[in-house]
Nanobody
């Protein structure tokens, strides 16, 4: 069974950067579309960014709250998807997940931004 494994979270000061990684393990799984989501304490899970690949073109989309600060990308050779997060704010504090289709949700990776 394919599993999604997130990594790269941590504690960072406001204004800092982190790079999250998402790996699909357990199969020769080709990721055509992937989304990053986050869930802050006491809040519902929300969509953050998405990447959809059609041929050689990647279509990128972002939530308004992260647009201009976060960048989603993929490495086809490694079957990895990344989320580069710059200019982090305390309100970005959450557990971040990657997800696509009907795959089970992973454990996520905690991002904590201190003020």
């Amino acid at each position: 069974q394919v599993q999604l494994v997130e990594s790269g979270g941590g504690l960072v000061q406001a204004g800092g950067s982190l790079r999250l990684s998402c790996a699909a393990s357990g199969s020769s799984f080709s990721i055509n579309a992937m989304g990053w989501y986050r869930q802050a304490p006491g809040k519902q899970r929300e969509w953050v960014a998405g990447i959809t690949s059609r041929g050689r073109t990647n279509y990128l989309n972002y939530a308004d709250s992260v647009k201009g600060r976060f960048t989603i990308s993929r490495d086809n050779a490694k079957n990895m998807v990344y989320l580069q997060m710059n200019s982090l704010k305390p309100e970005d504090t959450a557990v971040y997940y990657c997800h696509t289709g009907d795959l089970p949700w992973g454990q996520g990776t905690q991002v904590t931004v201190s003020s």
